[in-house]
């Protein structure tokens, strides 16, 4: 038989988490590569998942969340950013941030819509871009400190650009988004009546005491804006794959129809123990930060004055590094793994205009202590 897959098929590459991890696996080397902590989050909410199950939570949940759930990620915001998302009708539940992102995408995009998205972008904007028929616009956040041109993101909105994807935490540089560009990203969005899908995964992962501010939270971008979060980046387990997005209705019900003929509901147990969670979160965030803030503190001291200098990140967990000047991140991200034994993220993939992602690598340092010793110590030992 000839197989023959789908046009759509062919603009989509394997992810380059995949390759990569496949790649440490093969070499038997250091994964500082694909986002995910290499230890366990916390032992009681482990305990919550076996309780629900026990306790029968076993069958299809509501297609748009279960109400406990939906109910603590409205309070949660409420008591944190002040800001009112109606559980019943402004907030679902999703199979991770990545199927948020795909159903928020998918329902808003038309086949010929600009998208603007911000370079390096989180991959997957771009291929749920595509996949929906619309045309990615790229504005490069320049390094070091990864900043982007006012005058770029303005030129670039034409009478086709119908969305703004904004990545807040950033992955993969580690940038927080100051007040000031916010505020310029709102005012374009409401002077051109365009829609902000913000994804903020990592909103509560900021380092030396940088204030994470949603975009939906400036005035006249609650009705425009998609928030799209995901416990699996807060509470440190990226399988369990339980996110959501807040929303006006009208956004909320686009998303739930596309989410009937995909997924139609989210694993039940693991949204009762993600509920559960939520109601501890004031206790439980700030040893997590602090986690976090040493392990960020750690690998940006051992690698400054190294051959692989690093930009500083205030959020998330991922950190830019530079490499030696005659060198490009592909071949160098394969040499390391093969020869050196640790895994990098190569971010050129990340890059649709420009040529920096290819003088730097990505590092991931979501490790635990031991896993950070031993990819440092083989990052160092490269020679040039
Ligand atoms: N957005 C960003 C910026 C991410 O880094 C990730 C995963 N690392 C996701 C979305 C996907 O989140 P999830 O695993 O909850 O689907
Ligand atoms: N978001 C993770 C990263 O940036 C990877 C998630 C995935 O592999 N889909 O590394």
Known sequence: MSIKLSKRIERIPESVFTTMS???????????????????GPDWLIE????????????????IGILSLRKNISELYKSIYDIDWSYEKEVIVTMGATEALFSAIHSVVDEGDEVIIFEPYYDSYIYDVLLAGGIPKFITLHKPVFSFNFDDLEKSITNKTKVIILNNPHNPTGKVYTKEELKFISEIAIKNDLIVISDEVYEFLTYDNTIHIPISTLTGMKERTITISSAGKTFGFTGWKIGWACANEQFIKGIHSIRQWTTFAVNTPCQHAVAFGLTKIKDYLPDFRKLYQKKRDFIIKELENSLFSPTIPLGSYFIMVNIPQNKNDMDLALELVRDYKVATIPPSVFYSISDEGKSMLRLCFAKQDETLKNGVKNLKAYKV
């Open 48 to 63: 919550e998942v076996y309780n629900a199950m026990k306790n029968g939570k076993n069958q299809y949940a509501p297609s």
């Open 22 to 40: 496949r790649l440490a696996v093969e070499n038997n080397a250091v994964n500082l590569g694909q986002g995910f902590p290499d230890f366990n």
